[in-house]
């Protein structure tokens, strides 16, 4: 069973990158909307597991097996937070095109962009999170100094996803006010 575990994101990840690339080639967007499917899952299981873990791990592969980044306990479950958001995310999208509704529910976000606002707040926070944090490996001597970037990287990740979360709230509650603070906006920067 863990084998499984192990392998079945994986799997559904390059099956879906074969239908992508097979519709891309053959011109039949109905495939690529499809390979977004096991993308999505795939994308959900390695973050599902990552929460459940609470350990999350990525190499560089057998040319940089120095490049690995181990995340542990709240970092870990920030990162598969991401990964699970980013997995739904993708299956729904391949739903939506998959089902024809795509302009549709376009044009609904520019309407009410709150909801879109909220998963993006999420996905910013999360990694905000897993950046500060850092991997096991960035916490010790000259490693430390160089992941000072995506550090304060991460801080300003947080200060935009709750900035954006709130924006969100207020566009969700009040519509209107939310309009007003975006002609504010507008005008501070010049553009009308």
Same mark, same amino acid.
């Given at each position: 069973?863990?084998?499984?575990?192990?392998?079945?994101? @994986?799997? %559904? *990840?390059?099956? =879906?990158?074969?239908?992508?690339?097979? /519709?891309?080639? &053959?011109? +039949?967007? $109905?495939?690529?909307?499809?390979?977004?499917?096991?993308?999505?899952?795939?994308?959900?299981?390695?973050?599902?597991?990552?929460?459940?873990?609470?350990?999350?791990?990525?190499?560089?592969?057998?040319?940089?097996?120095?490049?690995?980044?181990?995340?542990?306990?709240?970092?870990?479950?920030?990162?598969? @937070?991401? %990964? *699970?958001?980013? =997995?739904?995310?993708?299956?729904?999208? /391949?739903?939506? &095109?998959? +089902?024809? $509704?795509?302009?549709?529910?376009?044009?609904?976000?520019?309407?009410?962009?709150?909801?879109?606002?909220?998963?993006?707040?999420?996905?910013?926070?999360?990694?905000?999170?897993?950046?500060?944090?850092?991997?096991?490996?960035?916490?010790?001597?000259?490693?430390?100094?160089?992941?000072?970037?995506?550090? @304060?990287?991460? *801080?300003?990740?947080?200060?935009?996803?709750?900035?954006? /979360?709130?924006?969100?709230?207020?566009?969700?509650?009040?519509?209107?006010?939310?309009?007003?603070?975006?002609?504010?906006?507008?005008?501070?920067?010049?553009?009308?």
């Amino acid at each position: 069973m863990e084998k499984l575990r192990t392998w079945l994101p @994986i799997i %559904l *990840v390059v099956a =879906g990158f074969g239908l992508i690339y097979v /519709g891309t080639e &053959l011109s +039949v967007p $109905l495939l690529i909307h499809v390979g977004l499917l096991p993308i999505g899952g795939g994308l959900f299981l390695f973050g599902w597991d990552a929460i459940q873990k609470r350990r999350s791990s990525y190499t560089g592969g057998e040319q940089d097996a120095s490049q690995t980044e181990t995340y542990f306990g709240l970092a870990a479950v920030m990162d598969g @937070i991401v %990964l *699970v958001l980013l =997995g739904i995310a993708v299956f729904v999208l /391949g739903v939506i &095109l998959i +089902v024809g $509704l795509g302009e549709y529910v376009l044009e609904k976000v520019q309407e009410r962009p709150g909801s879109l606002m909220v998963f993006v707040s999420a996905l910013l926070i999360a990694t905000s999170i897993t950046w500060v944090l850092g991997s096991q490996e960035s916490r010790e001597g000259w490693a430390l100094v160089g992941s000072l970037p995506k550090r @304060i990287a991460g *801080v300003i990740f947080f200060i935009l996803g709750v900035t954006l /979360g709130t924006l969100a709230l207020i566009e969700m509650v009040s519509p209107q006010g939310f309009d007003q603070i975006l002609k504010l906006f507008a005008g501070w920067l010049g553009i009308s």
